[in-house]
């Protein structure tokens, strides 16, 4: 294989071993550019992600307490995780999960050894912007009830209600 450098074609042969070697480079920063999020270095950050842990059963009371009638059942599928449904017509709709057990603010990421994505360790904000997506929660009570973080996780969660929050009328607290 010929070289191709800015100046054109060069005179230099590639061996096989370098080409290989090349094109998994090339292959590997695409892929970086395909399955990394912008702030994924950030998401990797399981302590900057863990913010203000609540226990399941807390946030399960507290979402309750905004909205009864959405139901909680054990994940039959996951059973380490609960799941959140909202009654719609005559059947249940589900609304995301919640790990049972302390869970972090913040959604982070797990690697594998090329850095892409594997699993997501979920955050009890994600819950509650499902939750708010399907109409589960309005986005007033979510504020009154949980806050609105401030700081370097503020940015993704801010995106991510950003509808909601044009859309709502906040009273002076």
């Avoid at 998401?43 to 863990?50: A, C, E, P, T």
């Avoid at 049972?100 to 360790?121: A, L, M, Q």
């Avoid at 996780?153 to 709502?168: D, I, P």
């Amino acid at each position: 294989m010929l070289v191709v450098t800015r100046h054109g074609i060069g005179d230099k042969h590639l061996s096989t071993a370098e080409v290989l070697q090349r094109h998994w480079e090339t292959t590997k920063s695409m892929e970086a550019d395909l399955y990394h999020m912008s702030d994924h270095e950030d998401m990797k950050n399981l302590r900057l992600k863990s913010g203000h842990m609540i226990h399941s059963s807390e946030f399960i009371r507290r979402t309750l307490s905004l909205n009864p009638h959405l139901v909680v059942l054990q994940s039959i599928n996951f059973p380490e995780n609960h799941g959140f449904y909202f009654p719609f017509s005559d059947k249940l709709q589900y609304c995301g999960a919640l790990t049972r057990g302390w869970v972090p603010e913040f959604t982070s990421i797990i690697v594998n050894s090329e850095d892409n994505p594997i699993s997501y360790v979920f955050g009890w904000r994600t819950c509650l912007v499902r939750l708010l997506n399907v109409g589960g929660l309005e986005w007033e009570q979510v504020v009154r009830e949980f806050g609105d973080p401030l700081g370097v996780n503020a940015l993704r969660w801010k995106e991510m209600t950003r509808l909601h929050r044009q859309n709502a009328i906040i009273p002076n607290l």
